[in-house]
């Protein structure tokens, strides 16, 4: 029985030590708070390196649809990091952080928005995101990011996205409401035969927005729009629509809000129809993956919005990285978030600090001008939306021929 007794005694005095040097263990190492984390480790000399980890959020559509748009997100955000980890991570403050990119599919979707939102704000604690490009989900998105003091570097053409009363909400790409009325200017200057528009879009707030937009930009140049016409997204055989469409014998179809996917089966069956009128896209750079669908023959002598020269070095350099890393036809929005991602790690560093977000906002309302692959950008939209918090750059018109696309700057 005393041996027995003893034997309890050990074992009992055993957990205890074990649980002694449990506890003591975890008092001599790191704690990283909500929102970063950080790893150690021994540099073989004694001494001990850490570097902090900075979350980055990309919310946009992945799948479906509007992929193309929503890889253009993600591929800039991911790249910009690369090469700045490639340099060994992001000074801020005297502290190295190493970024890792946490990108969520929001399916082209409001609620797909909302749902990716929620999870990098609650669950990864994130305080920056890149995205997103749904007009009809970034309403509801801030109403999780604004409260919270998340910044987005967003995309959206909704004039509702940027307000006085939305101070962490930036825009990194122009839209409708800046690009419109330089693209149409040309075209009436360049095209003057060209006098009556038919624009189609997808039914929901994104082509509702951009409509809108396009339109008024168009009627203010002189021109007839002879119809709106607005789609189901999802629709795979658009030949009723197009077939009364082209009755209404317009000189130009305006692809407007249209996504990449979309775009492409509406070249191609309304070729098929017969049309022989101007394509047209400004809302939103879709040629590359047209071009997958239709062939160059359907695109001859097609004008849409291009981001940028994509003869310039910079944008070929870019290109490499994408192609390089993703295997595929680099969108040419990527450029936006390319520039737009490091912009934000410009502000970053200058404000000192991964987890002040009014700091960092400011620090990003401050930088008058930005150098990045699409050359020179700054802060603009205060007589539009009340508040200095849309990017904005050169303005070019593409125009596809003989294979080629030509670039001709009109703002």
């Not at 955000?77 to 801020?92: C, Y």
């Not at 795979?236 to 082209?246: A, E």
């Not at 089966?265 to 669908?293: M, P, R, S």
């Not at 978030?337 to 410009?346: A, K, V």
Request: charged share 20%.
């Amino acid at each position: 029985m005393e041996n027995l007794k003893s034997k309890k005694s050990n074992i009992l005095l055993l957990a205890l030590s074990l649980v002694l040097s449990l506890v003591l263990g975890a008092c001599d190492g790191s704690s990283s708070n909500g929102n970063s984390s950080s790893n150690s480790g021994n540099n073989g000399d004694g001494s001990s390196s850490a570097a902090e980890e900075l979350k980055i959020g990309v919310v946009a559509p992945l799948s479906g649809a509007g992929a193309a748009w929503g890889i253009a997100v993600q591929a800039g955000a991911e790249i910009a990091a690369d090469e700045i980890n490639e340099q060994g991570g992001l000074e801020v403050n005297g502290v190295t952080h190493k970024v890792k990119v946490i990108p969520y599919d929001s399916e082209y979707t409001a609620q797909g928005v909302v749902t990716a939102t929620n999870r990098l704000v609650n669950i990864d604690k994130v305080n920056f995101i890149v995205g997103p490009i749904e007009s009809s989900g970034i309403v509801p998105m801030q109403e999780v990011t604004e409260p919270n003091k998340v910044i987005i570097m967003s995309d959206t053409f909704t004039p509702k996205a940027l307000s006085p009363e939305k101070p962490f909400t930036f825009r990194v790409e122009p839209t409708a409401e800046e690009m419109a009325g330089p693209m149409i200017r040309w075209m009436k200057e360049n095209y003057s035969e060209l006098k009556t528009v038919a624009i189609i879009s997808p039914n929901d707030e994104t082509g509702w927005d951009m409509e809108e937009q396009i339109n008024q930009a168009y009627v203010a140049e002189g021109y007839e729009i002879v119809d709106s016409i607005f789609y189901e997204r999802g629709t795979q055989d658009f030949s009723t629509i197009l077939s009364k469409l082209i009755q209404m014998q317009p000189d130009i179809l305006e692809l407007g809000g249209s996504s990449p996917g979309d775009s492409s089966l509406i070249v191609k069956q309304i070729k098929e129809l017969g049309f022989k009128g101007q394509l047209v896209k400004i809302g939103g750079e879709a040629t590359k993956e047209i071009l997958q669908v239709t062939g160059p023959e359907a695109l001859e002598g097609f004008l849409h919005y291009t981001p940028t020269d994509p003869n310039e070095p910079g944008i070929a350099e870019l290109t490499a990285k994408f192609e390089a890393k993703y295997n595929g036809v680099m969108p040419g929005t990527t450029t936006y978030f390319y520039d737009g991602t490091h912009l934000l790690f410009q502000a970053i560093k200058e404000a000192g600090t991964t987890t002040d977000t009014e700091g960092v906002a400011q620090a990003l309302r401050k930088i008058e001008t930005f150098e990045g692959v699409l050359g020179k950008s700054f802060w603009t939209g205060m007589d539009s939306y009340g508040i200095n918090q849309q990017l904005m750059t050169s303005i070019y018109v593409g125009l596809f021929e003989n294979g080629q696309v030509t670039a001709v700057q009109v703002q």
